[in-house]
């Protein structure tokens, strides 16, 4: 059975990537891209390869990505990064325990499949990360969730309020205080395409650290 969605990809110039992406859709998927400054062209890219795109004027990962969702015109949402580290049929198991009712939120555990994929900080980081919101929150998670599924309008019932890199923090604790089932399901994770803006380095993955951290109530 296809299930209808939206794909929403926030995308600051990852123009490389979106052929790979657009080619591995799922059936059922509408591409939309929520463009957050690219000067890359791709824009264009992306209108030719048939994803509705809308600009995000606002700077930030969660600023382009709540954008995405309320230009959402379907029930069911799925995000994932646009660098072509996840593979967007990988999507089917979690968009189907969200259109059977089985979670509110179902998200991926990544599955590194090299060392390139993931490096040692940006593991080390999410462990952390992982860990200290399962305990603050009553949770039990393994992953921030790159990749989500969600019905549209309870989502953005949830009201967050981030716009920047600690969006994917508070997307959960918000979750979890109202009591949404979370399901997580383990995912490949490539190495991606293009220069990673976020964890390629250490003192990038320490950034983003820092910031989800401070997204913690």
Known sequence: MTVPFTLVLPCLNEVQALP???????????????????????????SELGAQVIDVPQRGYGAA?????????????????TDASLDPGDLVPLLAAVD???????????QPVSAA?????????????????????GIDVHDLGPARVFRRDPYLGLNITDRAFGYP?????????????????????????????????????????????????
């Open 20 to 46: 790979w992406i657009a080619e591995r859709l799922p059936a059922g998927a509408t591409m939309l891209l929520a463009d957050n400054g690219s000067d890359d062209g791709s824009q264009v890219v992306a």
């Open 65 to 81: 990505v709540h954008a995405g969702v309320e230009a959402a015109q379907t029930e069911l949402v799925a995000v994932i990064d």
């Open 100 to 110: 059977a009712d089985r979670a509110d939120l179902a998200m991926c555990v990544r």
């Open 117 to 137: 994929a993931m490096p040692w900080h940006a593991r080390a980081g999410n462990r952390f990360l992982a860990g200290r919101l399962s305990r603050r929150a």
């Open 169 to 217: 923090m508070e997307v959960l604790v918000q979750a979890a205080r109202a009591n949404w089932r979370i399901t997580e399901f383990p995912m490949p994770y490539y190495e991606r395409i293009g220069e990673s803006k976020v964890t390629g380095s250490v003192r990038g993955s320490i950034k983003a650290t820092r910031q989800l951290l401070a997204a913690l109530p």
